[in-house]
Structures are given as structure tokens and as C-alpha cells.
């Protein structure tokens, strides 16, 4: 089972450059979230999906764009990337929007800008 | 709004030594409680949850108990090994967020032989 696929798993960027974060996942969830993880620091929700075509804005949205056209793909795009925007950044599914649903992360792409 | 708040690490301990790290939480509402762990290189999957008070959640040897009064949701193992060595997350989600996770900071356990 390969779960939650994110790729690439490390990029360095330079300010102002764009790139685009992907996301898959094979468990036909509809629940998607982009999760960004700085040091010291707990996980913050960047962005989040309910469905197709459905996405909403999580705590730290500044800066990112999502798209979701299928139930599989969470693309996380950084239009103009900046030095604040140096973190782990961890793609996360889950089965329905029960509170006590488990979330299911990929394996993270660590990102540098520079 | 909602929060969680955990101990500092790094904790660092023998094997087979018992293990606590501290964990409360502030929340509008009624939540599920969860400890996810993250080994090195990985990314987080879940260890434990619990979805009401005095719901006590196990898995791989740890346990933590919902504690309302006290608004806690302590990890514990009695014996760690070398092999738990790796940052534990405890987190909240709460009714009518979708599913979406409130996490603390972190505490990096290491265990040594």
C-alpha cells in the first residue's frame, strides 16, 4: 500500500522562484490537508480539502495555493517563494471528517529558500 | 480557539526506563485526543487516541488517558526501548473541524542502551 506519496522529498529554492508540491494518495479518501512543520514548532494547517474541487483555507494560508480536480491529488503551490517559507511540509489524508477519523501524513518535503 | 501544549524535550532516557511526557490541551469544544509519532525520516502515523473522557488509549505499549477534569492526555510507557527513539505529537481534533488536527510542539525522545 503506498498511502500518502509526497514528491519531491527535499528542494532548495531561491527567493522568488515558484514550485509545486505534490501530493497523492491511493485510499480514496476525500479529506486532504497541506500541514507545515518549523522547528521547535507544532504542525500548523496550511490548507485543506473536503473534496474535488472543494478546498479551504487552514491557519497559515499566506503564500500558497491549492487545486484538488481529483479525489487522488493535492497539489501545494508556493507562487513566489521567500525565506519564512523554509519548513517541512506534510501532505495528510483522511477517511471522513469524523473527529476521532485517523489522519494519514506522507513522508514530508523538506524545503529550503535561500 | 483550540490548543495543545507539551512538554519540552529533548528527553532523554535508558532502555527500559519508564517514560512520561506531559500533555494538556484548551478546546471550545468536546475533542478526540491523539498521540501521533514521527520516527527519523518518516513521516507521523499514529500511536494512540482517545475519543472521551476516561477513554484510556493503547498501542506498541503506550498509553495515555483522557482526563477531562484535568484537561491532560499523558503518554506513558513503562519500558522504552531503543527502537521508540523519535518525536510523539500529541494533537486534538474537535467537532465540526473536519478531521482537522490541532498539534503541540513536539518532545523528542531519545533512548540510549
Known amino acids: 500500500n503506498a498511502g500518502v506519496t509526497q514528491t519531491p522529498k527535499f528542494r532548495i529554492l531561491k527567493i522568488g522562484q515558484s514550485m509545486t508540491l505534490q501530493c497523492a494518495q491511493d485510499?480514496?479518501?476525500?479529506?486532504m490537508y497541506w500541514y507545515r512543520q518549523d522547528p521547535g514548532m507544532g504542525l500548523k494547517l496550511i490548507y485543506y480539502?473536503?473534496?474535488?474541487?472543494?478546498?479551504d483555507k487552514g491557519e497559515v494560508p499566506n503564500g500558497y495555493n491549492v487545486s484538488r480536480s481529483t479525489t487522488e491529488d493535492f497539489p501545494l503551490r508556493l507562487e513566489l517563494a521567500a525565506p519564512s517559507q523554509t519548513s517541512v511540509y506534510f501532505c495528510?489524508?483522511?477517511?471522513?471528517?469524523?473527529?476521532?477519523?485517523?489522519?494519514?501524513f506522507g513522508q514530508g518535503t523538506r524545503l529550503t529558500v535561500v | 480557539g483550540n490548543s495543545v501544549t507539551q512538554m519540552e524535550g529533548p528527553v532523554t532516557l535508558s532502555e527500559e526506563a519508564f517514560l512520561t511526557i506531559n500533555c494538556t490541551y484548551t478546546?471550545?469544544?468536546?475533542?478526540?485526543l491523539f498521540w501521533y509519532v514521527q520516527y527519523p525520516g518518516e513521516g507521523l502515523q499514529l500511536l494512540l487516541k482517545?475519543?472521551?473522557?476516561?477513554d484510556k488509549g493503547s498501542n506498541k505499549g503506550f498509553e495515555a488517558t483522557y482526563r477531562k477534569e484535568t484537561t491532560s492526555f499523558h503518554l506513558e510507557k513503562g519500558s522504552v526501548q531503543v527502537s521508540d527513539s523519535a518525536v510523539y505529537f500529541c494533537?486534538?481534533?474537535?467537532?465540526?473541524?473536519?478531521?482537522?488536527?490541532?498539534f503541540g510542539t513536539g518532545t523528542r525522545l531519545q533512548v540510549t542502551l
Open positions: 478546546a471550545t469544544g468536546y475533542p478526540s
Open positions: 495528510a489524508s483522511s477517511r471522513d471528517r469524523g473527529r476521532d477519523t485517523e489522519a494519514f
Open positions: 494533537a486534538l481534533s474537535d467537532i465540526g473541524t473536519a478531521s482537522k488536527l490541532t
Open positions: 482517545a475519543t472521551k473522557a476516561d
Open positions: 480539502s473536503v473534496g474535488a474541487g472543494i478546498t
Open positions: 485510499m480514496n479518501h476525500n479529506y
